[in-house]
Each structure stands twice: as structure tokens, then as C-alpha cells.
């Protein structure tokens, strides 16, 4: 079954993921952000999420986690949880 490992940052506003993507785009340390602005619990470990298989996060995740580009900043991505920016560091099949 095919893993991946992946961090985020979750806010609750487009607007908001729309500034800090940028802001990593422009340099600032994702890790960083994630500490500092993550409404998500994993935000105090940079939004490190770990490794995981297909189906064990939503569905709007899996779509870019096992499909998109590695080590490429994606969103902002609508959940019920907020807004995410997403970044995939390693996929296996």
C-alpha cells in the first residue's frame, strides 16, 4: 500500500494560507510558519504529520499527497477543518 509523509499548516482563512504561502515562497522556513500560525496541534513540530497511508487522512489530502509533486508547497486546500497549505517530503508505493 502506498505511504507518504507529509506537513501542513492549517488556518482558518483562504486569505491567511493564500500570505504565509507566499511568505515561504519568499524564503521564510515552513517549519516556522507552521509553528507559528498552525491552528493544528502538529503545528508545534513544524506541521510534521509523519508517515501515513492512503485513506488515514481526508480525502482532499490523499488527492495531493499521493498525486502532486514532492517537496512543493500546495493551497491553499479546503477541509472541514480550515485552509491547509500541504507539502509532501516522501511518497512509496
Known sequence: MA???ARHILV???EQC???KKQI???TDFAEVAKEHSKCPSGKSGGDLGEFGQGQMVP?????VFNDDLNVVHG???TQFGFHLLETTSRTD
Open 3 to 5: 505511504r507518504a509523509s
Open 12 to 14: 482558518e482563512t483562504e
Open 18 to 20: 493564500e500570505d504565509l
Open 25 to 27: 515562497a519568499g524564503g
Open 60 to 64: 482532499e489530502f490523499d488527492k495531493v
Open 76 to 78: 491553499p486546500i479546503k
